[in-house]
């Protein structure tokens, strides 16, 4: 499959702090990408760097063969990039339909589309961005994301804080997208297991260097690689099974 997201040496950050250093790696037109490492490891200065949010230091980032590193985070948007980022940055005052149709553009991700994919959405259409709860919040961010029919998809901590239900929705709506769809993503998340499972490749990010990259079904069957860099227990603290943190 041709490369459509090609990073080569990145180095970026905020203000005089260098965070990612000569990071590089591809993802395939219709492929899925988790992205994983501890907090504070540089996973969401990755995501912004490809946005446009950061201090550009060095390297390139090329979408669909086109050099988007001297963009602006609107343009980058115009060229396809889809961002749902950890604050969700939904408009609060407009409501659940507006905060689609102030973004949307022409393609196969329709309101109707998107209203298929979240039932609560379309149930929740008429109220404000403040009255949904952080799981209608995080699942708007992901159809606002979706309505402008991005040539891929970054999504920063899509399951953080959620309810189990929630989880549970938002995971299937997200399989759907990137499987059936066939989407390409980038999934940044603190539940490694549930991403792995629906991505094809993964990489590790430690003190921002690329640590691990390769098959994501490798990966997750790496116990000890998984504990070194991600984080593993045996039980959680109501001693249920072993889950990755």
Do not use: C
Request: aromatic share 4%.
């Amino acid at each position: 499959m041709p490369d459509l997201l090609n990073v080569e040496g990145l180095s970026a950050g905020y203000g005089e702090a260098v965070v990612l250093r000569d990071i590089t790696f591809r993802i395939a037109e219709g492929q899925a990408l988790a992205l994983l490492g501890r907090n504070g490891m540089g996973k969401t200065t990755l995501v912004n760097s490809i946005v446009g949010v950061t201090r550009h230091i060095g390297g390139t980032i090329t979408l669909d063969g086109r050099d988007i590193t001297g963009m602006r985070p609107d343009q980058r948007a115009h060229a396809g990039i889809g961002w749902a980022p950890q604050e969700r940055n939904i408009f609060r005052s407009l409501t659940v339909e507006e905060n689609m149709t102030a973004v949307a553009r022409p393609g196969p991700w329709t309101l109707a589309k998107v209203y298929a994919l979240f039932p609560r959405l379309a149930e929740r259409r008429r109220n404000l961005g403040n009255q949904l709860s952080g799981g209608e919040q995080q699942m708007l961010a992901v159809a606002r994301a979706l309505i402008l029919n991005p040539r891929i998809m970054l999504l920063d901590e899509p399951l953080e804080g959620l309810a189990p239900i929630i989880i549970e929705e938002l995971l299937a709506a997200l399989r759907k997208i990137i499987r059936d769809e066939g989407l390409s993503a980038i999934l940044v998340e603190q539940n490694a297991h549930k991403i792995l499972s629906m991505a094809d490749r993964a990489i590790i990010i430690e003190r921002g260097s690329i640590v691990y990259q390769g098959d994501s079904a490798v990966l997750k069957a790496d116990r000890a690689l998984l504990e070194t860099y991600v984080g593993v227990t045996d039980a959680g603290a109501d001693g249920r099974k072993a889950r990755y943190r």
